[in-house]
């Protein structure tokens, strides 16, 4: 049926069919008026107000306080609640800081004390390891090793003032080591002239580069180098060279 079929109705059925519209439209809206927010699809869930809010925090905290015992103290804001272990967990106690202190310092290692030589004690010092040395009065891990690892390099001390050329041993601690301190030289190693090459001749604290190509160049000249006195015409040594490296030397 079409809208135009309205108009070939009798005028009693176009005002019957009106007021059956009008009732079936004011029965949908009392309809959609009357149904619950839950119902409603277009009712949006209600806020909580402030006040709600409020309110049930304050409901929570009156059926917590009612939990509380009777007997119970009241408990400041600031103040530590310390709750009885149970009898499965035993309880934590805190370290104080005087037990802090004293378990720090046990656990750092513990360096033995030394101890030196009394006045009078003469040591070898050709011979003298770390140990030894250390015991000297004056001297500790460092000069001892510096002593030791200088006493290599050179082969051995032919005399006590060799001390000196030690790295950070001035003159104030020289005169303080050096009564301590003998020398046996028949612990030096000797370099064989007549056979070492040019490279192990310059390793050597008393003999420089130039001096170790000076013995190799005469050693080849001469086929054998009997004494101090092939180098006397050499421009490389001076006489100072002479008391510093002859010492070292072996002309076997």
Request: aromatic share 10%; hydrophobic share 35%.
């Amino acid at each position: 049926m079409s809208w135009r079929d309205f108009f070939y109705f009798s005028k009693g059925e176009r005002n019957a069919l009106i007021l059956l519209l009008c009732l079936i439209s004011i029965a949908g809206i009392i309809l959609f008026f009357t149904k619950t927010p839950s119902q409603n699809p277009l009712s949006a869930t209600p806020a909580t107000s402030p006040q709600t809010q409020q309110h049930t925090a304050i409901s929570s905290s009156d059926s917590q306080t009612d939990a509380i015992p009777s007997d119970a103290s009241p408990v400041s804001p600031r103040q530590t609640v310390t709750l009885p272990a149970s009898p499965n967990q035993p309880s934590i106690r805190r370290e104080t800081t005087y037990e802090r202190v004293n378990r720090l310092t046990s656990s750092q290692p513990s360096y033995p004390v030394i101890e030196k030589f009394e006045a009078g004690t003469i040591v070898e010092l050709n011979s003298a390891d770390t140990t030894i040395l250390k015991k000297v009065p004056g001297i500790g891990s460092a000069f001892a090793n510096r002593i030791v690892n200088f006493r290599t390099s050179l082969g051995g001390y032919y005399t006590v003032q060799q001390l000196a050329e030690v790295y950070g041993i001035d003159e104030e601690r020289y005169a303080a080591l050096a009564p301590w301190f003998a020398v046996d030289d028949s612990f030096i190693r000797k370099l064989p002239v007549n056979s070492l090459p040019q490279d192990s001749l310059s390793r050597h604290p008393y003999i420089n580069f130039r001096q170790a190509r000076a013995i190799v160049q005469l050693r080849t000249q001469k086929k054998q180098l009997s004494g101090w006195e092939n180098f006397a015409l050499l421009d490389e040594f001076t006489e100072q060279d002479k008391s510093r490296i002859l010492p070292y030397l072996s002309f076997e």
